[in-house]
């Protein structure tokens, strides 16, 4: 069984190092930066280990399988009804949560969680161990336990109207036909002796009783309930299960404000999982019908003042990480001149090497003119903010990415416009490939014999656009050699195979290709049906077929 952690009287030393963690951290960033990581300094600290309580309180419901069985066929535990039912099995709650079983279930469930359970999301468990089944023995509805009832067809009497005789009894003489007298031979008349004048004998059906057995009941006048199976009684079976509602919740009555929003700012599950507190589980209690697992987090926070070439920054540092939750943008002041540098560099390639050592002085430029090399603006900006977080204020990074953009799109024009004419070049090499040979017949007409014909344009325009994207990606890698050439070695990441932006010559190639296509596609031997269409629309006689 999981055994509850035990809770040391005194925090452990590493929640007051946090101070010094947070100092080296912020001596990793800056460091290359126009400083070094060992001018950063803790100058004071004051440090606070706070108790945080929490609990997983843990409900036990019961679910319910039903199920119906005819007859009297009881099993389990016997009850009057199915109210009854539900209340023996959630009087049975108490009972579990103190069971063993389900406790170890409980726990055992909880240790495979990361975080052992702490902050986990409100959750639904089965518990198998507490299975357990009721019945109710009930009358039978349909026949109202006297296990069979009158037939219907006869209103309980056995008998139904004979239809022979339309319920008279009688049926008309045969050997008179009804008229009481047969032609003699010489044509007088002789009395019917079988009818005796009357015309009329007994209803052969029914000898005149008018009516006769019911076939639905066969005389009986009532029908044994199949419902119940002539037994007169159901038995209604509940299996019952319980499952475990868990939810977590953090203590915060007595917790001061400004410390609830550094553990929202944190999260209270990151808590455990990115290992800012050391958590404890307890010994687990129950109260009526919860299971209750408390838990004890510490939090260190930490009052510090970082000294850096003299000058001070009071900074908040929050959790074991040494996490820094608040500092004054240190590097703002320190990467400015390597800023200017960037945007002096994007108003034109004036003095481009020199301008382009200043700005590389600094790392953080360096991983933006890297980044900026083969990603786009968004992917940076996510990347430093990510890298030097509250060091650099936001404004800093973005006129930081904006300026350096400019300048890597301004020192990489010149190879674009050719990287531009290239892959437009290359581009209508393709066209011609596809429409001066009989490679775009055959295509056609293996659409056609397909049954796509009304796609053929489409495959065209995807000819097209194959073609662009041989331009647009030229543009890039000539962009890229350009840069690879301008930037410093370490600058560039070898290992990323991202491209630099195509700029504004990645819009113009969209016309050059289109161009050249249209070219190429008047110009086939078989002209397209599209481009007839299109000769026919602006009024020029076409070419035969
Ligand atoms: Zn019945
Ligand atoms: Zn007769
Ligand atoms: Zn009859
Ligand atoms: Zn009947």
Redesign the pocket.
Same mark, same amino acid.
């Given at each position: 069984m999981s055994e509850p952690d035990i809770v040391p009287e005194q925090p452990s030393e590493q929640h007051f190092q946090i101070g010094q963690k947070a100092a080296e951290t912020l001596g990793r960033m800056v460091d290359g930066n126009g400083l070094k990581a060992e001018q950063v300094r803790l100058a004071r600290h004051e440090t606070l280990v706070h108790q945080l309580p929490g609990a997983i309180f843990i409900e036990l419901k019961p679910d319910f399988v039903k199920g119906q069985l005819s007859g009297k066929r009881e099993h389990g535990k016997v009850l009057g009804n199915e109210a009854a039912v539900i209340a023996a099995a959630n009087a049975l709650a108490p009972d579990a949560v103190t069971d063993k079983n389900v406790q170890i279930e409980l726990l055992q469930l909880l240790d495979k969680d990361p975080a052992r359970g702490w902050g986990i999301k409100p959750f639904k468990h089965p518990l198998k161990v507490t299975q357990k089944e009721f019945c109710v023995v009930d009358t039978c509805s349909k026949c109202a336990g006297l296990t069979q009832y009158?037939?219907?067809? @006869?209103?309980?009497?056995? $008998?139904?109207g004979c239809v022979a005789c339309g319920v008279t009894g009688q049926a008309a003489c045969p050997a008179c036909h009804g008229s009481g007298g047969i032609q003699s031979g010489d044509g007088g008349r002789i009395p019917c002796q079988r009818c005796a004048s009357t015309g009329k004998i007994l209803c052969l059906s029914c000898s005149g009783a008018k009516t006769v057995? @019911?076939?639905?009941?066969? $005389?009986?006048?009532?029908?044994g309930c199949t419902e119940c199976d002539r037994s007169g009684f159901w038995t209604h079976t509940y299996d019952m299960t319980f499952h475990a509602e868990a939810k977590f919740e953090m203590d915060r009555e007595l917790m001061p404000v400004d410390l609830q929003e550094i553990i929202d700012r944190l999260g209270v599950r990151e808590l455990a999982t990115e290992d800012h507190a050391e958590i404890f589980r307890l010994n687990q209690n129950t109260e009526q019908k919860l299971l209750v697992i408390p838990f004890l987090a510490f939090l260190p926070i930490a009052n510090v003042e970082f000294s850096i070439e003299g000058k001070q920054y009071p900074s908040g540092i929050a959790g074991l990480t040494g996490k820094i939750m608040g500092i004054d943008p240190v590097l703002d002041p320190v990467i400015k001149p390597g800023i200017n540098a960037l945007f002096k560099l994007s108003k034109g390639p004036l003095a481009a090497e020199a301008l382009i050592a200043q700005a590389c002085k600094y790392r953080v430029l360096r991983q933006i003119l890297s980044g900026l090399s083969h990603h786009s603006k968004r992917q940076v900006y996510q990347k430093i903010t990510a890298g030097y977080p509250l060091v650099i204020s936001e404004r800093f990074t973005k006129a930081a990415i904006k300026y350096a953009s400019d300048a890597v799109l301004a020192i990489s024009r010149g190879p674009r416009i050719k990287g531009l004419m290239i892959g437009t070049v290359l581009a209508a090499g393709l066209y011609a490939a596809y429409y001066l040979s009989p490679a775009q017949t055959y295509n056609a007409a293996k659409i056609g014999a397909l049954g796509y014909g009304r796609f053929a344009f489409v495959a065209e325009l995807l000819v097209w656009l194959a073609g662009y994207v041989v331009a647009w990606l030229t543009i890039k890698y000539m962009a890229a050699g350009a840069l690879q050439k301008l930037l410093p070695g370490e600058v560039m990441d070898k290992s990323d195979t991202g491209l630099p932006a195509a700029g504004e010559q990645g819009t113009h190639a969209l016309g050059t290709t289109l161009v050249a296509w249209l070219l190429c596609a008047f110009f086939a031997f078989q002209k397209p049906a599209w481009v007839l269409t299109l000769l026919k629309m602006v009024g020029k006689t076409a070419g035969a077929p």
């Amino acid at each position: 069984m999981s055994e509850p952690d035990i809770v040391p009287e005194q925090p452990s030393e590493q929640h007051f190092q946090i101070g010094q963690k947070a100092a080296e951290t912020l001596g990793r960033m800056v460091d290359g930066n126009g400083l070094k990581a060992e001018q950063v300094r803790l100058a004071r600290h004051e440090t606070l280990v706070h108790q945080l309580p929490g609990a997983i309180f843990i409900e036990l419901k019961p679910d319910f399988v039903k199920g119906q069985l005819s007859g009297k066929r009881e099993h389990g535990k016997v009850l009057g009804n199915e109210a009854a039912v539900i209340a023996a099995a959630n009087a049975l709650a108490p009972d579990a949560v103190t069971d063993k079983n389900v406790q170890i279930e409980l726990l055992q469930l909880l240790d495979k969680d990361p975080a052992r359970g702490w902050g986990i999301k409100p959750f639904k468990h089965p518990l198998k161990v507490t299975q357990k089944e009721f019945c109710v023995v009930d009358t039978c509805s349909k026949c109202a336990g006297l296990t069979q009832y009158p037939c219907t067809t @006869c209103s309980g009497t056995g $008998g139904v109207g004979c239809v022979a005789c339309g319920v008279t009894g009688q049926a008309a003489c045969p050997a008179c036909h009804g008229s009481g007298g047969i032609q003699s031979g010489d044509g007088g008349r002789i009395p019917c002796q079988r009818c005796a004048s009357t015309g009329k004998i007994l209803c052969l059906s029914c000898s005149g009783a008018k009516t006769v057995r @019911c076939n639905v009941c066969r $005389g009986l006048a009532k029908i044994g309930c199949t419902e119940c199976d002539r037994s007169g009684f159901w038995t209604h079976t509940y299996d019952m299960t319980f499952h475990a509602e868990a939810k977590f919740e953090m203590d915060r009555e007595l917790m001061p404000v400004d410390l609830q929003e550094i553990i929202d700012r944190l999260g209270v599950r990151e808590l455990a999982t990115e290992d800012h507190a050391e958590i404890f589980r307890l010994n687990q209690n129950t109260e009526q019908k919860l299971l209750v697992i408390p838990f004890l987090a510490f939090l260190p926070i930490a009052n510090v003042e970082f000294s850096i070439e003299g000058k001070q920054y009071p900074s908040g540092i929050a959790g074991l990480t040494g996490k820094i939750m608040g500092i004054d943008p240190v590097l703002d002041p320190v990467i400015k001149p390597g800023i200017n540098a960037l945007f002096k560099l994007s108003k034109g390639p004036l003095a481009a090497e020199a301008l382009i050592a200043q700005a590389c002085k600094y790392r953080v430029l360096r991983q933006i003119l890297s980044g900026l090399s083969h990603h786009s603006k968004r992917q940076v900006y996510q990347k430093i903010t990510a890298g030097y977080p509250l060091v650099i204020s936001e404004r800093f990074t973005k006129a930081a990415i904006k300026y350096a953009s400019d300048a890597v799109l301004a020192i990489s024009r010149g190879p674009r416009i050719k990287g531009l004419m290239i892959g437009t070049v290359l581009a209508a090499g393709l066209y011609a490939a596809y429409y001066l040979s009989p490679a775009q017949t055959y295509n056609a007409a293996k659409i056609g014999a397909l049954g796509y014909g009304r796609f053929a344009f489409v495959a065209e325009l995807l000819v097209w656009l194959a073609g662009y994207v041989v331009a647009w990606l030229t543009i890039k890698y000539m962009a890229a050699g350009a840069l690879q050439k301008l930037l410093p070695g370490e600058v560039m990441d070898k290992s990323d195979t991202g491209l630099p932006a195509a700029g504004e010559q990645g819009t113009h190639a969209l016309g050059t290709t289109l161009v050249a296509w249209l070219l190429c596609a008047f110009f086939a031997f078989q002209k397209p049906a599209w481009v007839l269409t299109l000769l026919k629309m602006v009024g020029k006689t076409a070419g035969a077929p």
